[in-house]
C-alpha cells in the first residue's frame, strides 16, 4: 500500500508527508513483524525520501498536548497533521490517513480541517473522486513490482488483503478479471472454487471502518 500511496503522489493526486518518528515507528514494526534486511529498509526510506521532496514535517511538538482523546502513542501522528495544517497547507483540509483509525477519534481534531481516514476508505475516496487517474496509477505501480512481479488478478487479492474491498472490486471491473470474496476467518475465495450464501457474500463484503499523511502499511 506503501508503494501505491506514493505512486499516487508522484502523480500529483495527493500530497504525501511524514515525521522522522513516524518512519522510525514503521522500521521498528517491519522488523517485529518479519524478517527485514536493514539495508533494504534504509534504500526504502531514501527512495521515499527522495520521491517526495517536502515530505518531512518538523517541530511538531508543542501541538502535542491538544491531542488528549487521541491514543498517547498516536499524539505525535496527530500533532504533525496539525503543523501541516497550520504552516503548509492553510485554509485547506488535512487528511490523516492510518491502519488504526480506532485511536484516532475524529472529535480529536474538532475545530480544525483535518480528517482521518482508514486507508481503505481513503483510497475508495480517491477513485469515487478520479477513477481513471487512480487505475492508471494501481497499473503502473503494479508493472512497476518485481519482488515479487504480480499479474492484475494477484494485485486485486493485494487490496483484498488490506482492505480495499471497494477499489479492488472497481479495478476488478476495469482488468476484467475476477475479485476474490473474503471469507470470515479472512482468507480469499473464488467464485470458480465455492459459491458463496448470499448472507455470507453480504457479511465477507462488509466495510470496514471508513491521505496523504500517514503513507505507512
Avoid at 36 to 42: C, L, M, R, Y
Avoid at 165 to 172: E, I, M, R
Wanted: proline share 4%; hydrophobic share 45%; with cysteine.
Amino acid at each position: 500500500m506503501r508503494d501505491l500511496f506514493m505512486h499516487l503522489h508522484e502523480a500529483e493526486v495527493l500530497n504525501v508527508h511524514w515525521t522522522r518518528e513516524i518512519e522510525a515507528e514503521w522500521t521498528r514494526n517491519v522488523f517485529a513483524k518479519q524478517t527485514a534486511d536493514p539495508q533494504a529498509i534504509q534504500d526504502c526510506l531514501e527512495g521515499m525520501r527522495a520521491a517526495a521532496e517536502g515530505w518531512e514535517v518538523a517541530g511538531y511538538a508543542k501541538h502535542t498536548g491538544r491531542f488528549e482523546f487521541v491514543d498517547a502513542k498516536d499524539r505525535h501522528v496527530a500533532a504533525a497533521a496539525y503543523k501541516l495544517l497550520l504552516d503548509d497547507w492553510p485554509g485547506q483540509p488535512v487528511a490523516l490517513v492510518t491502519q488504526n483509525i480506532k485511536d484516532f477519534p475524529q472529535r480529536a481534531f474538532k475545530d480544525t480541517q483535518i480528517v482521518r481516514y482508514a486507508v481503505a476508505a481513503y483510497l475508495d475516496g480517491l477513485h469515487a473522486e478520479a477513477p481513471d487517474i487512480v487505475a492508471k496509477v494501481a497499473e503502473g505501480c503494479r508493472r512497476k513490482l518485481k519482488t515479487p512481479k504480480l499479474t492484475r488478478e494477484e494485485y486485486i487479492a493485494v487490496l483484498m488483503k488490506n482492505g480495499c474491498q471497494g477499489l479492488a472490486q472497481a479495478l476488478a471491473n476495469r482488468w476484467s478479471v475476477e475479485c476474490p470474496v473474503v471469507a470470515k476467518d479472512g482468507t480469499l475465495h473464488y467464485a470458480t472454487e465455492r459459491s458463496f450464501s448470499e448472507a455470507e457474500r453480504q457479511q465477507a463484503w462488509q466495510p470496514k471502518a471508513l491521505k496523504a499523511f500517514k503513507a505507512a502499511g
